[in-house]
Every structure is written in structure tokens, then in C-alpha cells.
């Protein structure tokens, strides 16, 4: 039997490992730099085909041919490109072509302490038939994570179950007719159907934010379930894109309005995932981008986030969900420095699978609240986010990326060559 790295225990008691995060005096002594944690559950031959993914995503100039050829050959129904980028790309970052599918890696996070928030990845669907597919997909998952621990929350597209320009239609303030109103009526009956069942079922749904020309339109109906469900818990969540400038903002508004509107306030709180689209458009339409002027702006901004999220923490459920070191950390050491109970069902985090394996398993490993946002769906379905998923590991520079120096490193220390 292959050898895999150091077990990682349950950490419902305070183990021999939390001890040593935090230290013979109980100081917070929280690390990410642990490649053995962060690794445990993965066997040297597993390690092996991850580095030598990462080092191919690590060229950038292959990440953009490969992306574009790729997805032509989806699109053309090629069987042997959906095999090569099945065992290859979509292993690593999905959790599998179903729910049934899914269910190895979801018992093998929750055998480290990592839930599992299920997203059924399909997006910008044309067809009502296909709409409400989403729908009925998105409640049997749910209906599947009310049975199973290890998976208490689903994520959702609105542009799964609504035509992208009817969104932008509704946010640009064209009026309904008779059609349209047909159409409006049949997303609320999609989305309400989807978040009554994670009420019923004691699941909880994050709603995705998307571009932001469509985004007041999300917001809106985000808010509308919020309103409606969130009344005795968090049932529903909204996502804020902290790289838009505007964006703290609207979550101090939105707090505001939750309070005196009377419901649990949910919000995921993200960087953003459309920053190169967003500025081409705002440049060729001629209007001021909502994107940050800087990184630095970006993670200011976050960490606000996460600071006033941890201020009201009873009356908000915040998920961070980022793959950046320092927020992670600052959420991690506000909840120990405040001895907040690291389980609370409020203070939530959040990694794709595949990525920042060392922030998730570490942060399971020291009794946080850690899960992995795992993508499910048909190789076709899901080749737009594993595009986005190798774009992001590339490197324009050419030095490692930081997903294949955390394997390298971990590679070093079992003593395997690259």
C-alpha cells in the first residue's frame, strides 16, 4: 500500500496538533506553512501527478492556447479531449461528473475536518428546459446534503436558471412585457424553490456574485431570500466581490438594512473572479471601472470586511472564502484572540478544491469552521470554471506558482524526486 503523509486526526478535543498551534500557553501559534497537514490525505503518487500539473499550468503561454483549444474541442464533442482533461484538470479541481460521483471526495475532506460547500457548475443557460434542469439539480443536492455531515451548504448561479440578458435587461431598468414577465416569474419560482428546500432541510445556499452589469439584478433577489428565510438562521447567502471599490460600502448598507428589516444577514466575502473583463468593458463603453485602483485597495477592503463581519458575528454569517494568506490569518486570530468558539455556525472559510490545500486542512487542523468549495457537473458543463482555475495558477513571470511550491515543498520533505 502506498504511503501517504501523517494522518490528520478529528478535532472535535483539543488534539495534540491544535496544542501545538497554539502553543504550551494556549497563544495563538497558527501556521500555513505546514505542507505536512496540508498534504496528509494525499499519496506520494497523488502528489507527483499534482506537481506535475501545477508545473504545467505554471506556463502561461500553454494555460492560453490549451484554454481556447480546449474548449473548441468540448464544444465539438470530442470524447478523447473530455477523457485527457477528466483525468487531468477536472480531478484535481472538481469533486466529480455527480453528486454519487462526488461522494469520495466529501468523505475524504471530512475525514480532515473540511465540509464540503456542493456547486453543481452549470452556468449561462439559454433554455427554460435547461433552467429549470439547474433548479431540480440544485434541490436534489440539497436533498442530498441534508443526509450527509460532511456537506451543509450549496452554491448557486443565478445565470444557471436566467438568460444573462434578461438580468442585464432587468438591472439597466427596461420594462416588463407580457413575456418577460413570464420570464421573472419563472426565476423567482427557481430560485424560491431552491431556497425553501435548504430551509426545509436545514442546508444552507450561497448565492454567486457575477459580472457586474448584472450584479444590482443578483443583489436584489440575493436580498429578497435573505428577507424571506433568514429569520431564525442563515439560510441564504450573498456574495461580495471586494475588488469593486463599492463594495464595502454596500455591505454596511446592507447590515443596515438587515437590521431593520429583521433578518440574519449571510454574505460570503470574496476577491472577484471577472477583474480583466470587468476593466475591458469599462474602458470600451467609456465608464469609470469598478474594479479597485490597486491590489493594496483589495485587500484593504477585505479585511475591513472581515473585521466588521466579526463585529456583529451574531448578526452576520460570514464565509471567507479567499485564497490569501493574511485574511485568513486575521479572521483566524480575531476569533482565537476573542475566544470565540471556532465552531460557531457564523464564522465560516472557504477554498476551492484543488487550491490553498495549506489555509483549509491547516485551518480544520487547529478546530475552524474549514470547507472546500467543490464543483460537480458533466466535464462540458464545468469546463468555463476549470478554465478559470488554470488561468489562475499560471504565471505570466514564469517563477513557481504558489500551489506547486507548496507541493514541491512537501515533495522535499517526503523525500520524492520532482
Known sequence: MEQLGKPVKKFDQMSEVVKKMLGEEGEFNLSFEDTQIAFADRSDKELKKMAWLFGLMNNHWLVGIGSKIGLAAIKMHLPFVQTVVKNTIFEQFCGGTSLEDSKKTIARLHASGISSFLDYGAEAKEEEAEMDFTMQENIRCIEFASTNPGAPIISIKITGMSRFEFLENIQKGIPLDADTKVEY???????????????????SVFVDAEESWIQDTIDHLAEMMMKRYNTERAVVYTTCQMYRHDRLKY????FERSQHEGYILGVKLVRGAYMEKERVRAEELGYVSPIQASKADTDRDFNTAVQFCLDNYEKVAV?????????AMLQARLIAERKLDRKHPHLLFCQLQGMSDNLTYNLAAAGFNSA????????????????RRAQENSSVTGDMSREYSLVAREMKRRGLEA
Open 185 to 203: 416569474k419563472n426565476l423567482l419560482r427557481r430560485l424560491d424553490g431552491i431556497c425553501a428546500a435548504a430551509a426545509e432541510k436545514g442546508v
Open 251 to 254: 455591505l454596511h448598507d446592507l
Open 319 to 327: 464565509c471567507n472564502a479567499s485564497h490569501n494568506a493574511d485574511s
Open 372 to 387: 472546500k468549495y467543490v464543483v460537480y457537473g458533466s466535464v462540458r458543463d464545468v469546463v468555463p470554471y476549470l478554465i
